[in-house]
């Protein structure tokens, strides 16, 4: 009776830091052209901290002819369908698995075309969103103002520009409180919501979220909410949008190198990406 206790208490432990990541595979879906799409996420089991996995021995995909594609930059809490590999249309029973290292431990996204695994716009839209989707949406537009190839300084601000449009599906709705969206939050009102949970829902309509994908060091945007954890906190509202859609942000870098940003132009159901890659140099 203690040690089944004991058990539930600890495995309703929440971490701020020291734990690792967990890779995921969120499904496949068929292409027009007879090829498949493997979508794959991830769990930073930690509740702030985040971790930087360079690629390599720690951090892999594999076969590695299909291209390393995935973060190495990795926020809190749970993030999914955040990216893709395409493979050919005879890839039959062999799999693509995502191995990640970290806090000690190695773990493995095992993606394959089983069919229990198959999924399309409308699963992408329930586990993205927590529940329900919308028929007829399209996925929103994004575009970059100028090069997708930037250089900057450390500290030194860059305004990034994109331009998103969408469908007007669905309609704009911000989270509903604690009880209404069926999320735990903590004293400071993030919520606490752990992989495989359902139930939690996402605020609804056209927003711009911007991550740090690659680089040596920390990236500060402004203005910045974290995608999949901010826009499911009680209240939060896809802020308002321009007339023209063009949303500005600055990136400041902490440390030289080469980073990878992702924009993503979400409408609470879909998402489509655009990188941007800075190499950013040291202060004079």
């Given amino acids: 009776?203690?040690?089944?206790?004991?058990?539930?208490?600890?495995?309703?432990?929440?971490?701020?830091?020291?734990?690792?990541?967990?890779?995921?595979?969120?499904?496949?879906?068929?292409?027009?052209?007879?090829?498949?799409?493997?979508?794959?996420?991830?769990?930073?089991?930690?509740?702030r901290e985040e971790l930087s996995i360079p690629l390599g021995t720690d951090n892999r995909l594999e076969p590695s002819g299909l291209g390393q594609v995935q973060p190495t930059y990795f926020y809190p809490r749970r993030h999914r369908f955040l990216f893709s590999v395409q493979v050919p249309a005879d890839w039959g029973d062999?799999?693509?698995?995502?191995?990640?290292?970290?806090?000690?431990?190695?773990?493995?996204?095992?993606?394959?075309?089983?069919?229990?695994?198959?999924?399309?716009?409308?699963?992408?839209?329930?586990?993205r969103a927590g529940s329900g989707f919308a028929?007829?949406?399209?996925?929103?537009?994004?575009?970059?103002?100028?090069?997708?190839?930037?250089?900057?300084?450390v500290e030194a601000p860059l305004s990034l520009t994109v331009?998103?449009?969408?469908?007007?599906?669905?309609?704009?709705?911000?989270?509903?409180?604690?009880?209404?969206?069926?999320?735990?939050?903590?004293?400071?009102?993030?919520p606490l919501f752990g992989a495989g949970r359902f139930g939690r829902r996402n605020a609804m309509g056209l927003?711009?979220?911007?991550?740090?994908?690659?680089?040596?060091?920390?990236?500060?945007?402004?203005?910045?909410?974290?995608?999949g954890i901010d826009d499911h906190m009680p209240g939060w509202a896809p802020p308002p949008l321009p007339p023209d859609g063009k949303v500005v942000t600055i990136a400041t870098f902490s440390e030289p190198g080469t980073y990878v940003l992702r924009a993503m132009a979400d409408d609470g159901y879909l998402y489509t990406?655009?990188?941007?890659?800075?190499t950013v140099s040291d202060r004079p």
């Fill in 273 to 278: 990406p655009i990188d941007v890659t800075v």
């Fill in 163 to 190: 331009q998103i449009g969408d469908d007007g599906i669905p309609a704009t709705r911000a989270v509903g409180g604690p009880n209404d969206a069926r999320i735990d939050v903590d004293a400071t009102g993030r």
């Fill in 207 to 227: 927003r711009v979220a911007w991550l740090q994908w690659r680089g040596p060091g920390k990236v500060a945007f402004d203005p910045w909410y974290m995608e």
């Fill in 94 to 127: 062999r799999q693509v698995t995502w191995t990640l290292t970290s806090a000690g431990r190695t773990e493995t996204a095992r993606g394959s075309l089983l069919p229990v695994w198959e999924v399309n716009d409308q699963t992408i839209m329930e586990n």
């Fill in 1 to 47: 009776m203690l040690a089944a206790r004991g058990a539930a208490v600890a495995q309703n432990l929440q971490y701020l830091s020291g734990q690792r990541v967990v890779p995921a595979f969120e499904g496949w879906e068929r292409n027009p052209d007879g090829s498949f799409t493997l979508y794959f996420g991830y769990l930073n089991r930690n509740y």
């Fill in 135 to 153: 028929d007829g949406n399209l996925p929103p537009t994004i575009e970059l103002d100028g090069d997708s190839a930037r250089t900057a300084t």
